[in-house]
Structure formats: C-alpha cells, structure tokens
C-alpha cells in the first residue's frame, strides 16, 4: 500500500461528458503529480501540483484542468471528453526533497464508449 | 530534453533463470536521479529504487540488483533466480535535479516468468 488513494477505480462515460478523478497523498507529502498512461503514449507527466500551487505542466490537453486543495488532495477535471481519453490514469505524490521517489496511486481506469 | 529507452518489450523467461533488463538514458542535465517502477498485473505502480547521478555504485537487495553506468548512460535491473510473482511491467524512470522534479518514464518491459 503506497499510502495514496485515488478513486473512483473505475469509470465509464461517454463522449462529451465529463469527469472528476480525486487523489489523496500520502500523509506528509506536499507534491501532487498526474500522469496518464495508455496503450500508444506510454506513462506521460500531466502536471504538478505543490502545496495548492502548480509547479509544472505536461503534455496536458486544455480540456483537463486540475488543482489541489488546502486539505492537500487534488483534482483532475477532464471535460469534452473524448474516445482517446480512455487511459489509466495515475496520481502521484512525494516529499519534499531533490529526487524523492514518487509514490503512486493504483490509478482510475477511464473508459469512454 | 529527457529521453529513456527501454529496448527490450517482452522478455520470457523461465523460473529460476536470472534475466537483465535494460535502460538507457538521455539528458543535458550533469546531476539527476534515476528510478525503477514495477507494474504488476493488477496495475498498480511499485516503486522500486532511486539512484542519483552522483553514486555509480551498485546495488543488491535480494534477488534484485542495479548497475548504473554513468559512461554508458545505462541503469540495468537484474533479477536473479527470477519466480512467477516478477512477472509485470518494469520501467526506468529519469527525473531532474529538482525538489519539484517530475518523471520522464521509459516504454517498460513486460517480464513474463513461467513456472
């Protein structure tokens, strides 16, 4: 157990809708990540957040948006979605530190019909 | 820009066999870390190890070992005496010299371990 929580496991929707995937950090961390992993891409950085603030952004399409919370659990919004979207989609978090390993989520599972 | 290439897509193997699987890397960066993450099937991400650029030694923890080669550009995992639950996903994983450093990951290799 890596100590970060995302739910739901689990979602299906379909095109044009959109969704709300939750994270909770491990206790103590400040640092937030979001990664999507699919077939064709691989595992690609999304974007981070530290202490409610972001700190740097990836390959993230304008239709998804994030943030984090004062309690420290974050958001990812994906919206207009689309049949690409489907992926796993990972949270991440670490303590504060040069080269803190990250600890992940098991991930949501998105599919889109 | 950061690169990782894990050549290696699949590997088969049969329990007990030791089996190496690659990573090579790419980066302007003089310091960095390097990781590895394992992904077993039920698809959770496991972190494995960090090395940062500054300690060319190796590492052993159990069945499994590191060799970083700076020279080369390469951080190989080795499991040896290798057993079905290996079987999974491993990727190499490259971040910056940062407090706030985000991971490039490799393509990973698929370890197959039959009994």
């Known amino acids: 157990d890596s100590g970060v929580t995302q739910t739901p496991k689990h979602l299906i929707t379909a095109t044009g809708q959109r969704v709300t995937l939750r994270c909770s950090p491990r206790?103590?961390?400040?640092?937030v990540y979001w990664y999507q992993q699919s077939l064709d891409q691989g595992l690609q950085f999304l974007i981070q957040?530290?202490?409610?603030?972001?700190?740097a952004k990836g390959n993230i399409l304008e239709r998804f948006s994030a943030q984090q919370f004062p309690d420290l659990h974050s958001e990812l919004n994906l919206s207009s979605l689309e049949l690409g979207d489907s992926a796993l989609y990972f949270c991440?978090?670490?303590?504060?530190?040069?080269?803190?390993?990250?600890?992940f989520g098991d991930g949501t599972r998105l599919s889109i019909l | 820009a950061q690169k990782v290439t894990q050549a290696q897509t699949e590997i088969s193997v049969v329990e007990k066999e030791d089996v190496t699987l690659d990573c090579v890397y790419e980066?302007?960066?003089?310091?960095?870390?390097l990781f590895w993450y394992k992904q077993p099937p039920s698809g959770e991400l496991v972190f494995l190890i960090r090395?940062?650029?500054?300690?060319?030694q190796n590492e052993i923890s159990g069945r499994y070992s590191w060799n970083f080669q700076k020279s080369t550009s390469s951080f190989n995992f080795t499991i040896t005496a290798s057993q079905v639950v290996d079987s999974a996903v491993y990727f190499c994983?490259?971040?910056?010299?940062?407090?706030?450093?985000?991971?490039?990951f490799g393509k990973g290799t698929m370890l197959l371990v039959s009994p």
């Open positions: 994983a490259l971040s910056r010299n940062s407090g706030y450093s985000t991971l490039t």
């Open positions: 957040y530290y202490n409610g603030e972001e700190r």
């Open positions: 991440a978090s670490s303590a504060q530190g040069q080269g803190q390993p990250q600890h």
């Open positions: 090395r940062n650029s500054f300690d060319e």
């Open positions: 206790s103590g961390d400040l640092s």
């Open positions: 980066t302007r960066d003089t310091t960095y870390y």
